[in-house]
């Protein structure tokens, strides 16, 4: 099965329903939104479409990133926010995120890391505790990481833990998972626009024998989206 879709809304929901079964929900990311406007969003969008969400930044993100600055409560004891950090308040965070994916009967939640996650001993450690003492249910998790990395590394871990990795396939491959979940960034960065030529290469990368989700995520991300469906369905 191939899913396509962007990460975010990039036109009029009802428009993106017509055309697009899946997106990926960036809001959840920076702030977790109300119940109220969650039910609202399940309940306007078609029964068979799917949403698929990043986790709450105070998970894998510390209190220094930028991205914190759209943050809409207050937080304190910084030091126990983010990198995975087995504290109360990271636990209480994916708490929140998986009532969210509840609600939205998301099944599917990437956990995205910044390029200062590095392959230190202290956060490979709390991504083991942190991965070994949650309730997984029936969710799907993906690990997007960022950095220099080592593959054998990622692979160790991503099996040992149950991970999806979580790459951009004109960046990198996916190691373990079982299923693939491509998030295109844009191969020169945010604001390109991919080719023919490029999404006929993004064709290739798709495996018969996996579930496959496509999930752009570029300034043009709705016309690539729409683009590789419509170079799909020939």
């Not at 690990?143 to 990395?149: I, K, L, M, P, T």
């Not at 960065?189 to 999404?199: F, I, K, M, P």
Request: positive net charge; hydrophobic residues 35%; charged residues 30%.
């Amino acid at each position: 099965m191939l899913k396509i879709g962007c990460c975010g809304f990039p036109i009029k929901k009802k428009e993106y329903f017509r055309n697009f079964s899946v997106v990926e929900l960036q809001q959840t990311f920076y702030q977790l939104p109300s119940k109220e406007l969650l039910l609202k969003w399940r309940k306007e969008s078609p029964l068979d479409f799917e949403y698929t969400l990043k986790a709450w930044q105070l998970i894998t993100h510390p209190p220094s990133s930028p991205t914190y600055r759209r943050l809409k409560i207050k937080i304190k004891n910084k030091n126990n926010y983010g990198f995975f950090k087995p504290t109360d308040e990271v636990f209480s965070a994916l708490k929140e995120t998986l009532e969210v994916a509840y609600i939205l009967k998301a099944k599917i939640i990437v956990f995205q890391c910044p390029s200062s996650f590095k392959p230190e001993k202290e956060n490979i450690k709390n991504m083991r505790v942190f991965f070994n003492n949650i309730s997984r249910k029936d969710y799907i998790l993906c690990w997007e990481v960022r950095g220099d990395w080592d593959r054998r590394l990622i692979k160790e871990l991503c099996e040992e833990l149950n991970l999806v990795h979580c790459v951009d396939p004109f960046k990198d491959k996916p190691v373990f998972g079982k299923i693939d979940y491509f998030r295109l960034h844009g191969i020169t960065g945010y604001s390109y626009r991919y080719t023919e030529e490029d999404l006929k290469k993004l064709k290739e990368f798709i495996k018969d024998t996996k579930t496959t989700y496509v999930m752009f995520n570029n300034v043009y991300m709705y016309q690539d989206a729409l683009g590789f469906k419509n170079l799909i369905n020939g």
